[in-house]
């Protein structure tokens, strides 16, 4: 069994040839996981949650490098390479077969009346039985999709998402554009007049809706969203910005500027569901779209060490991201 390089599943790595080895495997231990296609798509994400409930409480959807999952599937796959398959043990071991009997003599024996009518009866047509109540019909496949994504979550464990990213400061962004937004700032959005900063800004089609914000931010996030199609094209269908560019400061504070006031955020709705600010728990849909964006470059608000500031509907541009955008 080939070694895993990276997470796969949901909020995982999800590297192409881990995938696709996850995949092949789930398939030898009789879950399909759909196409073999390197892509962990829902389907593959649910066989791997089918399989964890066979030997783990608490399914999480993601296989780990040397996790426990990925341990009991290589053991099950090896086990059942090793096991023939029943016509190869019929095969294997031939069934003797029995000994002929003598043919027994037949003779002419009359039929009675009543054994002639019950015959009759037995010949005649059944009659019609009302049939059964239909069984529901299945869910549509939007449906079924809106009601996965939507599935609750426990927040990640520290240092598991946000690897290598920094999430800009307050005071990094005002030295950044010479100044802040607007000369007064609130808790309310109001217009933009730092010239610096409204040069950038552009509103712009992403693919599944419009945003306004900083044309690098719109053309990564349009970047990021034209994989979730590729690979996820059900779940980019349920998601709808709760906004990009707000310019305002942050909830409780009264010095520092969001960065939604920069035009380098986006809080995103999955199937219409919005993940308060300070929340427990994220989303399926959420956690999966965490991948495209760290890879990219962009910091998870899920992420936010202080738990009472997660903010798993919160995606923004990392520090490195920011320091290369021009003034």
């Given at each position: 069994m080939?070694?895993l390089n990276?997470?796969?599943?949901l909020?995982?790595?999800?590297?192409?040839?881990?995938?696709?080895s996850?995949?092949?495997?789930?398939?030898?231990?009789?879950?399909?996981?759909?196409?073999?296609?390197?892509i962990?798509?829902?389907?593959?994400?649910?066989?791997?949650?089918?399989?964890?409930?066979?030997?783990?409480?608490?399914?999480?959807?993601?296989?780990?490098?040397?996790?426990?999952?990925?341990?009991?599937?290589?053991?099950?796959?090896?086990?059942?390479?090793?096991?023939?398959?029943?016509?190869?043990?019929?095969?294997?071991?031939?069934?003797?077969?029995?000994?002929?009997r003598?043919?027994?003599?037949?003779?002419?024996?009359?039929?009675?009346?009543?054994?002639t009518?019950?015959?009759?009866?037995?010949?005649?047509?059944a009659?019609?039985i009302?049939?059964?109540?239909?069984?529901?019909?299945?869910?549509?496949?939007?449906?079924?999709?809106?009601?996965?994504w939507?599935?609750?979550?426990?927040?990640?464990?520290a240092?598991?998402?946000?690897?290598?990213?920094?999430?800009?400061t307050s005071?990094?962004?005002?030295?950044?554009?010479?100044?802040?937004p607007?000369?007064?700032?609130?808790?309310?959005?109001?217009p933009?007049t730092?010239?610096?900063l409204?040069?950038?800004?552009?509103?712009?089609?992403?693919?599944?809706?419009?945003?306004?914000?900083?044309?690098?931010?719109?053309?990564s996030?349009?970047s990021?969203?034209?994989?979730?199609?590729?690979?996820?094209?059900?779940?980019?269908?349920?998601?709808?910005?709760?906004?990009?560019?707000?310019?305002?400061?942050?909830?409780?504070?009264?010095?520092?500027?969001?960065?939604?006031?920069?035009?380098?955020?986006?809080?995103?709705?999955?199937?219409g569901?919005l993940?308060?600010?300070?929340?427990?728990?994220?989303?399926?849909g959420?956690?999966?779209?965490?991948?495209?964006?760290?890879?990219?470059?962009w910091y998870?608000?899920g992420?936010?060490?202080?738990?009472?500031?997660?903010?798993?509907?919160?995606?923004?541009?990392g520090?490195?991201l920011?320091?290369?955008?021009?003034?």
């Amino acid at each position: 069994m080939q070694r895993l390089n990276g997470s796969v599943g949901l909020g995982g790595k999800n590297r192409k040839s881990d995938v696709i080895s996850v995949q092949r495997a789930l398939q030898a231990a009789s879950v399909p996981p759909g196409p073999i296609d390197g892509i962990c798509g829902r389907r593959t994400i649910q066989a791997i949650e089918r399989f964890q409930s066979g030997v783990m409480r608490r399914p999480d959807g993601r296989i780990d490098v040397n996790g426990p999952s990925w341990r009991r599937l290589t053991q099950h796959t090896a086990a059942s390479a090793h096991t023939p398959p029943p016509a190869a043990r019929s095969a294997a071991t031939p069934t003797p077969s029995p000994s002929p009997r003598p043919a027994a003599a037949t003779r002419s024996v009359p039929i009675p009346a009543q054994r002639t009518a019950a015959v009759a009866r037995a010949q005649a047509p059944a009659p019609v039985i009302a049939a059964a109540a239909a069984t529901p019909a299945a869910p549509p496949p939007a449906q079924r999709a809106s009601s996965y994504w939507t599935t609750k979550t426990a927040l990640p464990a520290a240092g598991t998402v946000n690897v290598g990213l920094s999430s800009p400061t307050s005071s990094d962004q005002v030295a950044r554009f010479g100044g802040m937004p607007s000369a007064h700032m609130s808790q309310n959005d109001q217009p933009v007049t730092n010239p610096e900063l409204k040069s950038l800004i552009a509103t712009e089609s992403v693919g599944p809706f419009r945003v306004t914000g900083i044309r690098p931010a719109i053309a990564s996030l349009r970047s990021i969203l034209d994989e979730v199609r590729r690979d996820l094209p059900d779940l980019l269908a349920l998601l709808s910005s709760a906004g990009m560019e707000v310019n305002r400061l942050q909830r409780g504070s009264t010095t520092k500027v969001s960065n939604h006031a920069w035009g380098s955020a986006i809080d995103l709705r999955v199937g219409g569901v919005l993940v308060p600010l300070g929340a427990s728990y994220s989303l399926k849909g959420l956690d999966a779209l965490v991948p495209y964006f760290n890879r990219a470059g962009w910091y998870w608000g899920g992420g936010y060490r202080s738990r009472g500031r997660a903010d798993p509907m919160h995606f923004e541009l990392g520090g490195a991201l920011m320091a290369g955008v021009s003034r």
